[in-house]
């Protein structure tokens, strides 16, 4: 499978008005795709129905081979999704936050995964604080750690850089780069031309439910 995200030329979304307007991309097993766009560009939108958190009203997408709309249970076991809001729960420890979703994902305590996580994104130091002393960099980094649980294939990181510091920002880089050399596949929305000129295999731009311009970096910014 060379494709891990397909989606049709004519898939959109309606809400109120037409929130995606045929949107039409191919993202490939193994690379970083990136959809650039300012707020309300429509990218949690196009996250949301490409994990099949939302319905599509017209075309069609598939993930991992699976059609988003009638194999949507599929879709989700196959991704991970980061959101742009962190799922971390503030009460808990980063510890108990990712024991909780080891719990979800495999039915069974896994002390080891927790472990292994809490030391790849440099946690183990406040493991045992709640999460609600921790840094917006340190949470993101979190929120990441418990989608890897699982080992998915496939992730979505919704504006995973948002309102970082600088150094914060090029540790999530790293992170995501070192993904991808695992051959994870990665679909990244970014308000940040530079995040998306820094990271990505292919840029798509997005604006009002619209894609303006897609290509390489170099082209795309051009
Ligand atoms: N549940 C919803 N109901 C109605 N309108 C929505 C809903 N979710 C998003 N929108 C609208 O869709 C547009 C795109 O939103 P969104 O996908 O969140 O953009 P972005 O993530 O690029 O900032 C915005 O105009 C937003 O107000
Ligand atoms: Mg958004």
Partial sequence: MSSAIEVSPTAEVVWDAVVLNGIDFDVRAGTIFSLLGPNGAGKTTTVNLLTALTKADGGTAR???H????????????????????????????????????DLKRGGADRRVVEDLLERFDLVESARKPASTY???????????????GDPRIIFLDEPTTGLDPRSRRTMWSIIRDLVADGVTIFLT??????????????AVLDQGRLVAQGTPTSSSA
Wanted: proline share 0%; no cysteine; aromatic share 4%.
């Fill in 190 to 203: 970014t308000q940040y031309l530079e995040e998306a000129d820094q990271l990505a295999d292919r840029v």
């Fill in 135 to 149: 840094s917006g960099g340190m949470r993101r980094k979190l929120d990441l750690a418990m989608t890897l649980v």
């Fill in 63 to 65: 993930v991992a081979g």
């Fill in 67 to 102: 059609d988003i709309a009638t194999e949507a249970k599929a879709v989700r076991a196959r991704i991970g999704v980061t959101g742009q809001f962190a799922a971390v729960d503030e009460l808990l420890t980063g510890y108990e936050n990712l024991q909780l979703m080891v």
